[in-house]
């Protein structure tokens, strides 16, 4: 398991509620925000889910 790097780097408006929950739950909120996660089969499907709004970098 490795670690990744999340930047929300396009707004949350004009999104469909699902994808804004799941913004949430991997805990970005504003433009421009980070975060690091651990990788696992959840985390990599809400990645998916979202990946258009968002930079991934491997840690």
Not at 20 to 49: F, H
């Amino acid at each position: 398991m490795g670690k990744v790097k999340l930047t929300l780097v396009k707004s949350t408006a004009k999104r469909s509620p699902a994808q804004k929950a799941t913004l949430v739950a991997l805990g970005l909120g504003k433009t421009n925000s980070s975060v690091e996660k651990n990788t696992n089969p959840a985390i990599d499907g809400m990645i998916n889910k979202v990946k258009h709004v968002l930079k991934v970098e491997n840690i």
